[in-house]
């Protein structure tokens, strides 16, 4: 299985700021990664997919990037809405795997 | 807009089979491969396997000895059965649409059903 490994584990941010979020695959996927926002209680929501197309009605403060085995999440300018579980997933080879997830909380 | 529901039992006896079924609203259940993906409390997003609305299925090695899905086109709906659960399969439970560009996306999900194993 392909595992991905994301950092930080959690972070603390405040409303304006860059975030940035890595994820890393333990062999190459080529641009087939993707990225989730989760908040408690609810189902994942997708973002961002083919490592950086922006998924319909996401806003464009999100984007990312990368290939191969290194890629990053970046929200431009951190939200009130934004604090949530972010996480990447691939889709190279089944079985299809998850990152262990980004907590963004307020600062 | 595409809705998924899943529905079935919130409580399942260790070595008893879960079962769960997805029904999709909004659109057509045909030409997509559709997924079902668990998460433990605490714990990062499990795989569990897909259905391609021909019937042809791909599932976790971890899990594949335990699992069965199926489609059924006239209701709009797939299904998953996990035999001989034991507590470990205890976790919010989604069903989910594959995307259709070909990246492996989840675009659309359900809510999730949380299925406990005990006694």
């Known amino acids: 299985d392909i595992q991905m490994t994301q950092s930080p584990s959690s972070l603390s941010s405040s409303v304006g700021d860059r975030v940035i979020i890595t994820c890393r695959a333990s062999?190459?996927?080529?641009?087939?990664l993707n990225w989730y926002q989760q908040k408690a209680g609810s189902a994942p929501k997708l973002l961002i997919f083919?490592?950086?197309h922006l998924q319909r009605g996401v806003p464009s403060r999100f984007s990312g990037s990368g290939s191969g085995t290194d890629f990053t999440l970046t929200i431009s300018s951190l939200q009130p809405e934004d604090f949530a579980t972010y996480s990447c997933q691939q889709g190279y080879s089944t079985p299809h795997t998850f990152g262990g997830g980004t907590m963004v909380d307020i600062k | 807009q595409v809705q998924l529901q899943e529905s079935g039992p919130g409580l399942v006896k260790p070595s008893e089979t879960l079962s769960l079924t997805c029904t999709v609203s909004?659109?057509?259940?045909?030409?997509?491969?559709w997924s079902w993906i668990r998460q433990p409390a605490g714990k990062r997003l499990e795989w569990i396997g897909r259905i391609y609305t021909s019937g042809s299925t791909n599932y976790n090695p971890s899990l594949k000895s335990r699992v069965t899905m199926s489609v059924d086109t006239s209701k709009n709906q797939f299904s998953l059965k996990l035999s001989s659960v034991t507590a470990a399969d205890t976790a919010v439970y989604y069903c989910?649409?594959?995307?259709?560009?070909?990246?492996?996306?989840?675009?659309?999900w359900g809510l999730g059903t949380l299925v406990t194993v005990s006694s």
């Open positions: 083919g490592a950086s």
């Open positions: 989910a649409r594959v995307i259709s560009s070909g990246w492996g996306a989840f675009d659309y």
């Open positions: 909004g659109g057509s259940i045909n030409s997509y491969y």
């Open positions: 062999q190459s996927i080529s641009s087939s």
